[in-house]
């Protein structure tokens, strides 16, 4: 298992941007592909991007296609989520998970491993 810890949440305006940290230890990183969710207050956690183990493939939903950016850093033992122009509907927990395969899915059910997550709130 994986132990995962995130960072980078906050307050910001709508337009503005933020970029989440999440930092694994535990057994190699590079043998886990990376996925980013998040939790609106009183919906349930849906996808958010992607991204496999070495890099190479990355997956977003079309919700923020072209306004967030997923990275990672195998030797940092770190994933990255950029987000810019953040719109207030974007509030919520964001949580980063771990799948230990190539190429991660768009599905709670494919990750093993999770984060306890960041609060990130969007105002108006």
């Known amino acids: 298992q994986v132990q995962l810890v995130e960072s980078g949440g906050g307050l910001v305006q709508a337009g503005g941007s933020l970029r989440l940290s999440c930092v694994a230890s535990?057994?190699?990183?590079?043998?886990?592909?990376m996925g980013w969710f998040r939790q609106p207050p009183g919906k349930e956690r849906e996808f958010v991007a992607v991204?496999?183990?070495?890099?190479?493939?990355?997956d977003y939903a079309d919700s923020v296609k072209g306004r967030f950016t997923i990275f990672r850093g195998n030797d940092e033992k770190t994933v990255y989520l950029q987000m810019n122009n953040l719109r207030t509907e974007e509030t919520a927990v964001y949580y980063c998970?771990?799948?230990?395969?190539?190429?991660?899915?768009?599905?709670?059910?494919?990750?093993?491993?999770w984060g306890q997550g960041t609060q990130v709130a969007v105002s108006s």
């Open positions: 998970a771990a799948r230990i395969d190539v190429n991660g899915g768009n599905r709670l059910s494919d990750y093993s491993s």
């Open positions: 535990g057994r190699t990183f590079s043998s886990y592909a």
């Open positions: 991204i496999s183990r070495l890099g190479g493939t990355v």
